[in-house]
């Protein structure tokens, strides 16, 4: 998992694949290759002393990891394809510019939204062995503020793995929203033979983005198969009570998301302090996969782990204006503002970078 670790590797197997791994180890080298195996959760932890790891919590045998995960093209002619989104260039100053922020609720629809995502955040945290501290999380702008939650794996601090496994989760799920309410846009566009207004495009590319989110610390951790279990679950769940919400109340949904983006943002910088801090030693020099560094266009000396996790939550901050700013327009009839030319360049105004990004959002009458 970790591309600079050297001391130890340590990969997760399932219980019963790690007895028959002890059992052959022990008859082919006395067992001594082996210090110690201990229970995680559903999985063993297999430590290896003095052979570097790349992955944590997986069960795909390493020979079988490069070719199982993002395994080139096979072709005659075609020498690399690149995405049809190029990602737009974010500067430094801007990515340490980004503050956690919070958009007060002002109607019945955003109550709700708000309820829904603090009830998906504490399980996500359950779920995931999150520990939040609850002055700390006032302090940056948190309107949950959670306690320390007591998780099914127990309360202990934050650590690169726990980090891992969180950031995996959460962005199998984030790429959810923009495709459902993409698709539903299309199909309703189609439907009423009327153009949609450039809305379309700007969600399908932020659903991309969550996926490139998500590839990218794929590249540094396979989920084992009670996480895959688990992302299938909330999928599924997830996809078909958004799709139906966004049917029927599409505004409240881009609120939901929009403050769903917010908790991105907290989560996201607090990772970042802890690495500043030295909480996360595995992390200081730890270089990003070269998967970032081409979608972000990452400049030398500025592609280290804490730098990834800047470009990302830069990108939830995106999100979260985007859809805040979504939520406070006419669904069915006013164009999308972050593709728009306005009559005014030289006034601020909603863009595709964040230039000008506005946390909790613009209101209707600052764009349309």
Known sequence: MYANAKPTTTVLVNKGAAAQ???????????SGFTCFRPCANYCLVQRPGRPSKRHFTTTPRTQFKEKYFPPADTKNIKITRPAWHHPVYTEQQMNAIQVAHREKKTWSDVWALSMVSLLRFGMDTATGYSHPTEEAKKMGSWLGLSKVKSWFGPSPM???KWLIRFLFLESVAGVPGMVAGSVRHLHSLRR????????ETLLEEAYNERMHLLTFMKMAEPGRFMKTMIIGAQGVF???????????PRACHRFVGYLEEEAVLTYTRAIHDIEAGRLPKWQQLEAPEIAVRYWNMPEGHRTMRDLLLYIRAD???HREVNHTLGNL???NDPNPFVSEYEDPVR????????NIKPTGWNREEVI
């Open 21 to 31: 791994l002890s059992h052959a180890v022990h008859t082919l080298v006395d067992g």
């Open 159 to 161: 650590t690169e793995r």
């Open 193 to 200: 033979l009327k153009r949609d207004n450039g809305w379309i």
């Open 239 to 249: 996809y078909n009570m958004f799709f139906m919400s966004y049917l029927f109340f």
């Open 316 to 318: 939830e901050a995106k």
């Open 330 to 332: 006419e669904q069915k």
């Open 348 to 355: 601020p105004h909603p863009s595709k970078g964040i230039e």
